[in-house]
């Protein structure tokens, strides 16, 4: 495993992060789960990422079973706040001050650690003052609950000014969880150049667009029973991708990756870890043999010729409108 810096911050995160977005508490049984962690563990990821609304605060819950016992220095325990969780009460949502303190105890005890590395605002909330949200995440920093802050799915205009707002209130703003790969790459042309003036870096999902880049849907065919297209809570995300025109493209990419000595998904996950400002790419699993596969891709240096052959293949069904950002809704 490789590691890097998390924006201008102290704070080294593992090359690939572990996340259980879809997975815990939903998709596979508790001890498929509990083995997912434990290969993530033994590959030499230090990084988990959750957050309180997966599956309705339980993959927080698997997380902490998971990683109890493990040396709590040796780990970052990043999750996250915004989406209601619960019965969605009417300050059960969103970035005020009250939903941000009470979810900070709860993700606490469903983590069963006494602090979160990195907690993050799940989205922009529009209807809170930014004062009120920043002023809450930093006095949980103050009181050692939180030691960094982070948002996720931020646009440049705001994560600058979150940023001017962690400078006066002195507390380490240092990410943005944006998804990335190499079909979605709408922060290229603004929120990477904000994040750098910032000295924020990215910890991207979706890395291998929700398993397209994998290569296992076919054009003209019908998806993988049991794929994420085929769950009711992930197929949403990775419609947009299963257009023939884009599932013809990435096929083209299979022999690339063979030259460069890597799976599919390996090249993907490799290929986002490229840009500077990524510190970290999340990758859920399944099986365990998953995360092993994954992990190869840390520490990887594509070459400029293979990377403009990438984008040659890929010309036309690229999204990098930094204006499809995603939104609270």
Not at 260 to 289: D, K, M
């Amino acid at each position: 495993m490789e590691f890097r810096r998390l924006g201008r911050s102290g704070l080294s995160v593992s090359e690939i992060a572990y996340g259980n977005w879809l997975t815990h508490g939903s998709q596979i049984e508790e001890e498929q789960a509990q083995a997912c962690i434990k290969a993530a563990l033994d590959a030499g990821i230090t990084t988990f990422d959750t957050a309180d609304v997966y599956a309705n605060t339980v993959a927080e819950s698997v997380l902490g079973r998971g990683l109890a016992g493990q040396r709590r220095e040796s780990l970052e325990i990043c999750t996250k706040v915004f989406w209601p969780t619960g019965p969605g009460g009417p300050n059960d949502r969103g970035l005020g001050r009250k939903h941000i303190i009470e979810s900070c105890h709860a993700s606490l005890k469903r983590l069963q650690t006494d602090h979160i590395d990195l907690y993050q605002a799940h989205r922009f909330d529009a209807t809170v003052p930014l004062e009120e949200t920043m002023s809450a995440f930093a006095d949980l920093v103050r009181q050692g609950k939180v030691l960094y802050v982070g948002v996720s799915e931020w646009n440049a205009e705001e994560i600058t000014r979150g940023a001017a707002l962690a400078r006066e209130l002195r507390i380490p703003f240092v990410s943005n969880q944006p998804q990335y790969n190499m079909l979605w790459r709408v922060i290229e042309a603004q929120v990477v150049p904000a994040s750098e003036r910032e000295g924020l870096s990215q910890i991207v999902w979706s890395p291998i667009a929700q398993g397209v880049l994998t290569g296992k849907y076919k054009p003209g065919q019908p998806p993988p029973a049991g794929s994420r297209a085929t769950d009711e809570n992930g197929s949403r995300f990775v419609q947009r991708f299963l257009r023939d025109e884009v599932l013809e493209r990435v096929a083209r990419l299979e022999p690339l990756a063979a030259q460069a000595g890597l799976t599919p998904a390996q090249l993907a996950v490799a290929w986002v870890l490229q840009n500077p400002n990524v510190s970290s790419a999340i990758v859920g699993a399944s099986r365990p043999e998953q995360v092993h596969e994954n992990v190869k891709a840390a520490g990887v240096k594509l070459d400029a010729d293979l990377l403009t052959e990438i984008d040659s293949v890929l010309l036309g069904v690229v999204e990098d409108d930094p204006r499809l950002t995603a939104r609270a809704g």
